[in-house]
């Protein structure tokens, strides 16, 4: 056979290879599960990220995008396979070691990042535990223009003939880009808005009370006078 006959056999082939492969993957894809969850002998853990608090996304969350100071929330479910077991669950982020460094804060929730909630020893399996956290990405932090993991980790204990024995789950509830621009309904700490601040008195009022105060004066010096 010449060698373009043998070339162009050989790119045949390797296309239905290719082709093949990509049907497989496929296949693969279409047979994965929409829910990320974490699961271990003790229990099951479920995470759902949103901006709004309305609309939920399965964690893991991999396209979101906030500006700086911007809420968001996160929504977990946290459920017992066995009688008997304490749980015990943390936030935290991905290169990061505290509360301090991270690009999150906590708003409203049972427990701020990095801090270790003790959730007690459950005492019936298939029990569900529900948590919502309100958050925001910090206004001053220092990732703007790069993606922070925000994770949430489950712990369990179980005792048994005097032997404690642990197993845990933890994941990545969403992947944060931080856009470098200042959230549009950001609140500094003070209680002022970070944009045009409108709270003063309405443009020119003070003035025209001046205006009216000299008013008075004049016309009760020019009365008292007479």
């Excluded at 427990?111 to 399996?125: R, S």
């Excluded at 024995?165 to 856009?179: G, K």
């Excluded at 003070?190 to 003070?206: E, I, L, Q, R, Y």
């Amino acid at each position: 056979m010449y060698p373009t006959l043998l070339w162009m056999s050989y790119i045949g082939k390797m296309k239905t290879i290719v082709f093949i492969f990509v049907i497989i993957q496929a296949l693969l894809i279409s047979f994965l599960p929409a829910t990320n969850a974490g699961e271990c002998d003790y229990g099951t853990l479920h995470a759902w990220y949103s901006e709004d608090d309305s609309s939920w996304e399965n964690a893991t969350v991999h396209d979101a995008k906030l500006k700086r100071g911007e809420p968001f929330y996160i929504k977990t479910v946290i459920s017992t396979k066995i009688n008997s077991v304490w749980i015990a669950m943390k936030l935290s982020e991905t290169g990061e070691n505290s509360a301090d460094e991270s690009s999150f804060e906590v708003l409203d929730g049972p427990c701020d990042m990095y801090e270790m909630i003790d959730l007690g020893e459950i005492p019936e399996k298939n029990t569900s535990l529900t948590y919502t956290w309100k958050m925001r990405v910090k206004p001053d932090t220092n990732w703007a223009g790069g993606n922070a993991p925000l994770n949430i980790g489950v712990f369990f204990d179980k005792k048994v003939n005097d032997e404690w024995y642990s197993d845990d789950i933890s994941f990545t509830a969403v992947n944060i880009y931080i856009l470098d621009e200042l959230w549009d309904g950001h609140i500094e700490d003070n209680g002022n808005s970070s944009g045009n601040n409108d709270t003063n008195d309405t443009p020119g009022f003070g003035l025209l009370f001046t205006l009216i105060a000299i008013a008075v004066f004049l016309t009760w010096k020019q009365k008292k006078n007479r």
